[in-house]
Each structure stands twice: as structure tokens, then as C-alpha cells.
């Protein structure tokens, strides 16, 4: 069975303070691994997509970093605008498989 | 332009009864997904359908669970006989074709049973 375990559950940074998120995933074949930002009351935002192990993509402040069993989402000189939870998920390489597998997100805050 | 959009934003309900929600994707969408978050967890999968290939209903967590899309644009999920287990946020998203991954999900539905 698909995967994702993130971690940690919460975490507090003081603005200006540099972090990393970790997604560690188990999957039959991965066709890709993506990174979302969910916002209180709100849906989740799609941030990143990473295909291969190595491949890195970046976006402001954010991050994002690939390897064969987990996922680094690197946040840099974080503003309190960075605040949210941020949500990892897996899709399987399987014929007709579509659906994302979701982790249960890292509550992100920061402090001004 | 316009975004995903869902309907009720809230709704409550009475265990037993029966209750729909609505999701107008993002117009051109092929692909529609309904998950639904529990507080303080993860999005589960429960729906997604494809232009017109059969749906991949292999999420819906009992029978009570049903969900229709017409046309290839609005779907509707259904869920009859609410139990307060089925108390949670549903979320809805559509992609475009070709969009590996890539879902835009609307504000979802809170959904309280009493």
C-alpha cells in the first residue's frame, strides 16, 4: 500500500529562521511526488511537482528536493506570509492509477 | 477566472438523513477528484473521475457513498444515512488533461452530523 509519512507534525520558526520539512514515502513506482500548501478554511495550492530522485525545483523562499524514498521541503529566510500547513503527496506508476496519495501535513508558523 | 467551486460551504445535518454536495469544476477540467479531510488529518481519497472512462471509485469508505458527474463538467456527491463518522471537510479538485499531479481543489464542504 502507497505511503506518505511527514514529519514534524508542527513546527515553530522565528522570521528569518531556515527549516526543512521531511516527506518520507513507500510507493509501487513512482510516476510523481508533489508539494501543496493548504491555507485555514481553504483547499489546498498547488507548489511543486518532482518526478526523479535528484531533481529539485524552486519557488521564492521554498524549496523542494527529491530522493528515492523521501522528499525535503527547504524553506529559507521564512516571512510569517509562509505560515500554513504544507501537504506532501505520491501518485503511483499503475496503469489507470490517478489518485494522490496524501501525507497528513506539517503545520508550519512563523513567528515575526 | 473563475476557480473550483463547491456547494454548501457548510451544511449540518441529522444522523440518518441524507445529504448532497456540489462541485462545479474549473471550466475544460477533465479530471475530477473528491477527497475528504478529517480534522487534524490528511486528505482521503475517495472519487475521481476521467472525461468518459468508468470512475475509480476505490476510496468511497461504504455504499452509503455515491457520486455522479454530468456532462463531464458538474459532479455531486452523495452520501445517504449520515452517520457522524461521515463529519468532515470534502474537498473537490479538477486538472487539466495532461496535468500530471497538479489539482485545483475548491474550498471544500464542511460537513457536521449530528
Known amino acids: 500500500e502507497d505511503q506518505v509519512t511527514q514529519s514534524p507534525e508542527a513546527l515553530r520558526l522565528q522570521e528569518g529562521e531556515s527549516s526543512s520539512l521531511n516527506c518520507s514515502y513507500t510507493v509501487s513506482g513512482l510516476r510523481g511526488l508533489f508539494w501543496y500548501r493548504q491555507d485555514p478554511g481553504k483547499g489546498p495550492e498547488f507548489l511543486f511537482t518532482l518526478y526523479s530522485a535528484g531533481e529539485e525545483k524552486e519557488k521564492e523562499r521554498l524549496k523542494a528536493t527529491l530522493t528515492k524514498k523521501e522528499s525535503f521541503l527547504h524553506i529559507t529566510a521564512p516571512k510569517p506570509e509562509d505560515s500554513a500547513t504544507y501537504l506532501c503527496?505520491?501518485?503511483?506508476?499503475?496503469?489507470?492509477?490517478?489518485?494522490?496519495?496524501f501525507g497528513q501535513g506539517t503545520r508550519l508558523t512563523i513567528n515575526p | 477566472g473563475a476557480g473550483v467551486s463547491q456547494s454548501p460551504s457548510n451544511k449540518v445535518t441529522e444522523k440518518g438523513k441524507d445529504v448532497e454536495l456540489r462541485c462545479d469544476p474549473i471550466s475544460g477540467h477533465t479530471a475530477l477528484y473528491w477527497y475528504r479531510q478529517s480534522l487534524g488529518q490528511g486528505l482521503e481519497f475517495l472519487i475521481y473521475f476521467q472525461g468518459n472512462s468508468a470512475p475509480d471509485k476505490s476510496g468511497l469508505p461504504s455504499d452509503r457513498f455515491s457520486a455522479e458527474r454530468t456532462g463531464g463538467s458538474v459532479s455531486t456527491l452523495t452520501i445517504q444515512r449520515t452517520q457522524q463518522e461521515d463529519s468532515a471537510v470534502y474537498l473537490c479538485?479538477?486538472?487539466?488533461?495532461?496535468?500530471?499531479?497538479?489539482?485545483?481543489f475548491g474550498s471544500g464542504t464542511q460537513l457536521s452530523v449530528l
Open positions: 479538485a479538477s486538472s487539466p488533461q495532461g496535468a500530471l499531479g497538479k489539482l485545483f
Open positions: 503527496a505520491v501518485q503511483a506508476a499503475i496503469q489507470g492509477a490517478q489518485k494522490l496519495v
